[in-house]
């Protein structure tokens, strides 16, 4: 998705690596494990810096989760890089089988709803000042208790989905991301 919406795309494993980017993408998966993974790669620090200077970052799921200020339900050993002033309640929507579809307003993007798919996916809670609420769910949803739920958010540089954008085809959340990273 991120090559097809114009950018060259790398793994970062090692610090080098992250020195060499313009740019970073945290994907879904599992949270806490990434969490982990980044202390055992010492990426944690030198990733949390590089997002305060300003580097852009786009997280989806298990992302979003890690560039949270604060994690509800998640381990007491998890570690956030704070690039983002949300609270997130981790796997708010339920169990693997609770996972839905459903069309958003994205505020920004063009071409009518965007298609959203949500697997144990957070949700946030609580956003500050500075942080601009890009989608909700919307009332009339496949997970009612979700109604009006924010599922994406923006703040300066750094960009956040609930959702996997990159399972639908449509690249509009990619796209906005890459032009992030060339307004950088």
């Known amino acids: 998705m991120l090559e097809s919406a114009g950018a060259r795309v790398r793994p970062?494993?090692?610090v080098?690596?992250?020195a060499e980017v313009d740019g970073?993408?945290?994907?879904?998966g599992e949270s806490t494990t990434m969490s982990r993974?980044?202390?055992?790669?010492?990426?944690?620090?030198?990733l949390r810096e590089r997002i305060e200077a300003g580097m852009p970052a786009f997280g989806s799921c298990a992302g979003m989760i890690l560039l949270a200020r604060q994690v509800l339900d998640g381990r007491p050993d998890q570690r956030q890089l704070d690039?983002?002033?949300?609270?997130?309640?981790r796997n708010a929507f339920g169990r693997q089988v609770d996972s839905f579809e459903e069309d958003l307003d994205f505020a920004g993007?063009?071409?009518g709803p965007l298609p959203a798919v949500f697997i144990r996916a957070p949700w946030v809670e609580k956003a500050g000042d500075g942080v601009e609420i890009l989608a909700r769910v919307p009332d009339a949803t496949a997970a009612p208790d979700a109604a009006a739920r924010i599922?994406?958010?923006r703040q300066g540089p750094v960009l956040a989905t609930a959702f996997h954008p990159e399972l639908t085809g449509d690249e509009r959340?990619?796209?906005?991301f890459v032009g992030m990273v060339r307004d950088a």
């Open 16 to 18: 080098a690596e992250l």
């Open 37 to 46: 993974l980044l202390e055992t790669f010492e990426l944690l620090d030198p």
């Open 12 to 14: 970062v494993r090692r």
């Open 151 to 153: 599922v994406a958010v």
């Open 24 to 28: 970073l993408v945290l994907p879904g």
């Open 109 to 111: 993007l063009e071409g």
């Open 173 to 176: 959340v990619h796209r906005l």
């Open 83 to 89: 690039g983002l002033d949300v609270v997130v309640r």
